[in-house]
């Protein structure tokens, strides 16, 4: 994998934002493969397809591409996407794609990651305000993806700090991430909720710490009135799919990631 951006592109180009888009758009296209399947190319989508910029044509998986130039590893809490209405339409059908969040400096990719589709819901899009009437595109109203709110469990590295993961490995990691996704858009909230959860706890906790989060979790999700009964449930489906191990006596353990 070439981290560094074929820069002859830019000719012609004026404005920065312009520059960005054509040089990551190109990049990806030529140097990323598809983290479910594992396929070498991606493919770019129909142009003005909405919120999708890349198909698998292996597996049919839908990507978007959301790049900044920044020499940090740690993401912005929010990034700015397309049509507000447009985006909760397709989280809606659950016919959403998954995001590549990308930084990049002096024409090369420092850090990638990959965000499975199953953890984007209604919750971590923010309705931008319509643009004014002063405005080229008077009334638009776009939106931002709360990257902040999804766990961190969800954000699968695929360059980080300049060094490329192996292929493999990111494709492991994508499909067990993937395999904690929901049929539903509440079900999705709950992993989402309960995960987040289990995040700010230490290593090992108890089921008594995490039930610390119920009041908490009955403000987000206020027609559920079995709070304690979700939460180990919730915590169950983490079990089995590999994100948590049960100790024994009410004491879970979360199973590190390696890069």
């Given at each position: 994998m070439d981290l560094r951006f074929n820069t002859s592109l830019a000719a012609g180009y004026k404005s920065g934002s312009q520059i960005a888009r054509v040089l990551t758009e190109d990049w990806l296209s030529h140097n990323m493969y598809c983290p479910v399947c594992g396929e070498s190319v991606l493919q770019r989508a129909e142009a003005n397809a909405p919120v999708k910029d890349y198909v698998c044509q292996h597996c049919q998986s839908q990507y978007e591409l959301k790049s900044k130039h920044s020499v940090s590893d740690v993401f912005s809490q929010s990034v700015a996407d397309g049509v507000y209405d447009t985006m909760?339409?397709?989280?809606s059908s659950l016919d959403n794609p998954s995001f590549f969040f990308m930084h990049y400096d002096r024409y090369e990719v420092n850090n990638l990651i990959i965000v499975p589709k199953c953890f984007f819901t209604p919750k971590v899009?923010?309705?931008?305000k319509p643009l004014p009437p002063t405005a080229r595109r008077a009334g638009w109203v776009g939106c931002n993806i709360l990257l902040g709110d999804i766990p961190d469990t969800a954000k699968i590295p695929i360059i980080h700090h300049g060094q490329v993961r192996r292929t493999e490995d990111v494709v492991r990691e994508y499909n067990r991430v993937y395999a904690l996704q929901a049929k539903t858009l509440e079900g999705r909230g709950w992993l989402m909720d309960v995960l987040q959860c289990v995040e700010r706890l230490d290593k090992c906790f108890t089921l008594r710490q995490i039930y610390a989060f119920a009041t908490e979790l009955s403000l987000k999700h206020p027609?559920?009135?079995?709070?304690h009964d979700k939460i180990r449930q919730q915590l169950q489906d983490l079990r089995d799919k590999g994100v948590l191990e049960f100790k024994g006596r009410g004491l879970y353990q979360k199973v590190e990631r390696t890069l």
């Open positions: 909760i339409h397709r989280i899009i923010d309705k931008r027609n559920n009135h079995h709070i």
